[in-house]
């Protein structure tokens, strides 16, 4: 059955677009029709719960698509990316994370991810950095796609 889904980015290489609400688990067909008719297809598998983070470099490989979140012990709080990418596509790389806990200070990885829609509690989501299972401070919705996450 044909529904159609928002979309929310479009590139050369790449289209994001929310799967319809109604649409049954399994294989299925995603088309896309640009501006000027041409026709795009590509195979699809439609899970209930599919986790994964965004990447930097758009492809859904390397680098995370992340923030790193200084919060000194007076609560100010400086924020970088914790990734570089170079001129050409497909050169971000991870930049390197200074924890400094030594003056109080703590740091926060803001990583951006999909498909843990419905979850039970925040518990219920886990998170491990090679290997090292890493405290979730916060899963859920946030306010700049607000139509994306339920």
Do not use: H
């Not at 319809?20 to 029709?33: D, E, F, H, K």
């Not at 026709?39 to 923030?67: D, K, M, W, Y």
């Not at 990316?81 to 050169?91: E, H, N, Q, Y």
């Not at 390197?96 to 926060?108: D, K, L, Q």
Request: glycine share 10%; with cysteine.
């Amino acid at each position: 059955m044909a529904r159609p889904a928002p979309i929310a980015f479009v590139s050369p290489g790449q289209v994001n677009f929310q799967i319809p609400a109604q649409t049954a688990a399994g294989p299925a067909t995603a088309t896309i029709t640009s501006s000027d008719g041409t026709v795009s297809t590509g195979a699809v598998l439609v899970a209930s719960v599919a986790p994964g983070l965004f990447a930097a470099n758009s492809n859904g490989q390397g680098a995370a698509a992340a923030i790193v979140i200084q919060v000194a012990p007076d609560g100010t709080q400086t924020s970088s990316l914790a990734f570089t990418c170079g001129t050409t596509p497909l050169s971000c790389v991870p930049s390197p994370i200074t924890v400094n806990s030594t003056n109080g200070a703590e740091t926060v990885l803001e990583l951006f991810g999909t498909g843990i829609q419905g979850r039970s509690s925040l518990a219920a989501v886990t998170c491990t950095i090679g290997g090292t299972p890493v405290q979730v401070l916060y899963a859920g919705s946030q306010n700049t796609y607000p139509a994306w996450i339920k």
